[in-house]
């Protein structure tokens, strides 16, 4: 099964900075899709920003980005501007284009934004 | 937009006892995902169903077992409880065409005492 780790179990930024999340992953595949998820404290998930392992460049969402290197099997996220809202608990996700389509998720970083 | 619905959204039962989560994909959908996630701890996967046959199967026990219904909704039975069992119970759902994302449900809260 592909691990996903993610090595930060709590971070935390001031409002209008910017924080990056790590996040490595363990596969021998080629072609599969990561994801960033969020859960508030409602414990919603909600999709913060996925992509494609095919794809070079770097996906962004508005003021989520992330910084995708295949070959180091890294995929860190990258928050501009922080803001109160963000606060919330981090997954990094992993999901195989072939074998199967659950998702393998990491232990989850734990942010924290300072007003 | 439609979202995927769970229920209940809170349920206690005792050791030993039977529950039953329900979860209603968005509509079009035909892929419904289950995981499981204890305190503090990260989503497991459970289970899927594609088109109503089982399409993957992760760490989910004996005592569990899961079907996807004609209208594409799925329950999750659960049987002889145990304190373990206390978690958060995601469905997601996906349409197969766009089957790299899941859309997830608000969760059910089960508390087994």
């Known amino acids: 099964a592909q691990t996903v780790t993610q090595s930060q179990p709590e971070m935390s930024v001031q409002e209008a900075e910017t924080v990056t999340l790590s996040c490595t992953y363990d596969?021998?595949?080629?072609?599969?899709?990561l994801f960033w998820y969020k859960q508030p404290p409602s414990r919603q998930m909600i999709l913060v920003i996925r992509q494609e392992a095919y794809k070079q460049q770097n996906a962004t969402e508005n003021r989520f980005s992330v910084n995708f290197q295949k070959a180091a099997k890294s995929f860190s996220l990258k928050i501009s501007d922080s803001q109160l809202g963000d606060a919330a608990m981090y997954f990094c996700a992993y999901r195989s284009s072939n074998t199967g389509n659950q998702f393998y998720f990491g232990t989850g970083t734990s942010l924290t934004v300072i007003p | 937009a439609a979202g995927v619905i769970q229920s209940p959204r809170h349920l206690i039962k005792e050791k030993r006892e039977t529950a039953t989560l329900k979860c209603y994909p968005i509509p079009r959908h035909d892929t419904v995902y289950w995981y499981q996630q204890g305190p503090g701890q990260d989503p497991q996967f459970l289970i899927s169903?594609?088109?109503?046959?089982?399409?993957d199967k992760g760490s989910i026990p004996d005592r569990f077992s899961a079907q996807q219904f004609s209208d594409y909704h799925s329950e999750l039975n659960m049987s002889s409880l145990e304190l373990g069992d206390s978690a958060l119970y995601f469905c997601a759902s996906s349409y197969v065409d766009l089957s790299y994302e899941q859309y997830f449900g608000p969760g059910t809260r089960l508390t087994v005492t």
């Open positions: 596969t021998s595949e080629s072609d599969y899709y």
């Open positions: 169903f594609y088109e109503k046959m089982q399409s």
